[in-house]
Each structure stands twice: as structure tokens, then as C-alpha cells.
């Protein structure tokens, strides 16, 4: 509007300036030939008349601008909506499971506009759950020259990695969607999942830490064993002992790694030794630790080992029932019934495995009608130990490195009913 009202204004005041200095009439030769005067009032007039047919065509001119610029807006947010469109009817077909129809949206979207990145990416997704890899690769790489960086997209060209077995591919994608998003357990877990796959051991274990300290403190133990237990997988299938030392170090309470090592240093007793009597003090309640460490002291004939060793548990843990249960069973194996007696009466549970040692104990000790008591009140019940998962309370009467309920590896110990763990 400024500019309109200046462009009539200015002209006017300008040539009335002229008109009222010059009152004379005003001569214009336009050829040699052609000469015209005029008064300067006419002039005035003219010039007047221009300025304002000049704004008008100014204003006329703004006003069309305008017009088209809002027209044209108008044109790509329908665009732009259209396109949203498609896509959420295409990503509503994702989610429900119908590839065929997601694809052909998709399609229809992409022959609109072949940049739009979240329909490429989700191009790839389709392709990628249909089994065509390498094409879902490709949707990926076109998305990737429209915006390098996206998280989603460095992701999704992760599993594509994943997908083809291109393990340092994967890698790359993950460090770098590492450096644009924020670190979370979850990425740490991918990125040791594929450090172990590239043999980078070291850099698994350093990550392994910071999840550990990242999640809170009632999940730390489960996460620990989740990722302690990848860690094993892969040492148990390369027969790696180096792997499974260093898994042991790093997580001595983990049982699996630590049952695992001693078969595999079954040569190096000693070390076996140390490893599980480690072990037994972080993880005082795994039966299957107690029963490896007997079996390498009692062949090499060095019983009082186990028992110092036991005696030293039962203090540290006076409230777990099973040392003093593996003490008493230690000793009627030895022919040290008196001993037996002693540290089994002290044990305040009611447990059908504990009663049968107390029966079988009596009986050694010539009090066969008690024993017959205790073997009388434990008919038709399971005399056996049991091993019970703290994750999901499967109960099995076999240690296994996983639960065979949850599939939860490193969680079988022994229930002993009636006692507290004291740990």
C-alpha cells in the first residue's frame, strides 16, 4: 500500500512544483518536424492521471501476486496432504500384517513423488519382510541421498545389514546412528550383538558396562546375565576359552560361563578351582558350582580344602541353607557322620531333600527307627533337589545353563524350602 500511495503522491507533488514555477506553456519537440505546447496545467493534469494509472497497475499487480502465491500454497498443502494420505493408509497396511496392498500404495506415492523419504523407507520395510533383501537395501540407499542421516533410516539400513550378513556395514550404521540419536541400552545391546559377530570382543565388553550402568538398579542384574549370556554363546560355539575367562572375570556369578570354563580347563585344575570357588561366593545358591568343586578337590584328595572352604561360606552366608545342606552331604560322603548330624540339625528348613540326608544320616548312625520316621514322611514326594528359575519359577530337578520354562539362561538355583538365602 506505501508503494502505491508513493507512486501516485510523489509524481504530483514533483510536477505541481514545476507547474506552479513554470505557468508558461510547455513545448515538446518529439522530431524535428513535430513540435507540440502545451499549458503546464494540461502537463500537470497528465502526469497526475499517469501516477495514479501507475499505481492501480502497481497495486493491481501486488494484488495478483498475492493471489497466485495463495493459489500455489493452497496447490501444495493439497499435495502434501494427499501424499500423507497415501502414506498413512500405506503404514495402516504395514501395521495389519497385508504387504500386497502397503506395496501398491506406496507405489502410488512414489509415482508422485519419488523423494518422499518416509515412502521409500517404508518401501524397504515391505521389501525387507517380504524377503527381498537387496531390494529393500536399495529403497534405503535412494532414501539416504534424500536425508543421510535420518535416524529411522540409519536404522532400518542396519537391519538391511543385518539382513544380507554385511556385519561391518552394519557396524558403520549403527556407530553412526549412535552419533545422531541419543545412546540408549537398547542400541548398546545392537552394537555388542555385532561387535561379537566381528570378533571385537573388547569393544563388547566395554559396552556391555555401560548398559549395566545405564539401566536402573532393579533391572542391572537381569540385563547383566542377558548380556553376559550372548558373550557365552558365542565362546561356547568358537571354543574360545580366552572369551569365556574374560566372561567370567567380568561376571563371576554368572554359573553358565563358570561350569563352561572348568570343562574346557579341565587340564588346569587349579585355575578350575579358583574359578568356581569364586563362583560359589558370588553365586552361593548354584548347587551345580558346589558339585564341580567337590568332584576336582575329593580326585585330587583334598577334602579339608572343601570343608575350610565351606565353613568360610556358612559364615559369610549364615542364612543360606545350602552351604551347610553341601557341608552335611560333604561329610556323610566322607564317613563323618557325627559331623553330619551337627551341621544338618542346624538346618532350619523343610525340604524332602534335606529330610531324606537327615534319614540317611540317622540311619549311618545306627538311629534306624528316626530314620525310618523321616523316610516314612517323605513317601510319594520327590526326595530329589530342585532347581528353581528366579525369573520365571520353573522348577526342574536337573541344572541346565537355560531355563527350559522361559529360556532365560543363567537363572536355575536351588530352592531350599523353609530358608532364606541370605544373599
Known amino acids: 500500500m506505501i508503494r502505491v500511495l508513493l507512486a501516485a503522491i510523489i509524481p504530483t507533488a514533483v510536477f ?29 493534469v497528465v502526469l ?52 500386497v496392498k502397503a506395496r501398491a500404495v506406496l ?40 536425508l543421510e542421516d535420518d535416524p529411522w533410516l540409519l536404522y532400518q539400513l542396519y537391519l538391511d545389514f543385518v539382513a544380507t550378513g554385511e ?19 537398547g542400541l548398546y545391546k545392537e552394537l555388542m550383538k555385532v561387535s561379537l559377530k566381528l570378533d571385537k570382543v573388547d569393544k563388547a565388553l566395554a559396552l556391555q558396562g555401560k548398559v549395566a550402568k545405564m539401566v536402573p538398579e532393579s533391572e542391572k542384574k537381569e540385563e547383566t546375565r542377558r548380556l553376559a549370556w550372548m558373550l557365552y554363546e558365542k565362546a561356547r560355539e568358537d571354543k574360545d576359552r580366552g572369551l569365556m575367562w574374560k566372561l567370567i572375570k567380568s561376571n563371576p556369578a554368572f554359573v553358565p560361563a563358570a561350569v563352561a570354563l572348568v570343562g574346557m580347563d579341565g587340564e588346569r585344575k587349579d585355575r578350575a578351582i579358583d574359578v568356581l570357588k569364586k563362583a560359589c561366593e558370588t553365586n552361593p545358591r ?18 579339608g580344602e572343601v570343608i575350610s572352604f565351606y565353613r568360610k561360606l556358612m559364615a559369610r552366608f549364615p542364612k543360606n541353607p545350602v552351604i551347610p545342606f553341601v557341608l552335611a552331604r560333604l561329610y556323610f560322603s566322607l564317613g563323618m557322620y557325627q559331623d553330619a548330624q551337627k551341621t544338618v540339625s542346624a538346618l532350619e528348613v523343610e525340604d524332602p531333600s534335606v529330610d531324606f540326608l537327615r534319614g540317611l544320616i540317622l540311619w549311618r548312625l545306627g538311629e534306624g527307627e528316626k530314620a525310618f520316621q ?33 529360556g532365560e539362561g543363567g537363572t536355575l538355583v536351588v530352592e531350599l524350602k523353609g530358608g532364606g538365602d541370605g544373599v
Open 374 to 406: 523321616l523316610f516314612s514322611g517323605a513317601l510319594g514326594k520327590d526326595m530329589g533337589i530342585r532347581y528353581s528359575c528366579e525369573k520365571c519359577g520353573c522348577t526342574v530337578v536337573e541344572w541346565s545353563d537355560r531355563c527350559p520354562g522361559c
Open 167 to 185: 556385519w561391518e556395514e552394519a557396524l558403520d550404521a549403527l556407530e553412526l546412528l549412535l552419533k545422531r540419536g541419543k545412546p540408549s541400552v
Open 16 to 44: 505541481l512544483y514545476v507547474a506552479i514555477l513554470n505557468p508558461q506553456n510547455v513545448t515538446f519537440k518529439l522530431t524535428k518536424t513535430h513540435v507540440y505546447s502545451l499549458p503546464m496545467s494540461v502537463v500537470v
Open 286 to 303: 548354584a548347587l551345580i558350582l558346589f558339585d564341580k568343586l567337590e568332584d576336582f578337590l575329593l580326585d585330587q584328595e583334598r577334602p
Open 107 to 146: 507405489k502410488k506415492l512414489l509415482s508422485i513423488d519419488s523423494k518422499h523419504l518416509e515412502g521409500l523407507i517404508l518401501m524397504g520395510m515391505v521389501a525387507r519382510e517380504e524377503g527381498k533383501k537387496e531390494e529393500a537395501l536399495s529403497w534405503h540407499r535412494k532414501a539416504r541421498r534424500v
Open 48 to 99: 497526475v492521471i499517469i501516477g495514479f494509472v501507475a499505481a492501480l497497475v502497481i497495486m493491481a499487480g501486488g494484488e495478483l501476486k498475492g493471489v497466485l502465491k495463495k493459489a500455489r500454497e493452497k496447490r501444495r498443502r493439497k499435495e502434501e496432504e494427499r501424499k500423507r494420505a497415501f502414506f498413512r493408509t500405506a503404514l495402516g497396511w504395514w501395521n495389519a500384517g497385508d504387504l
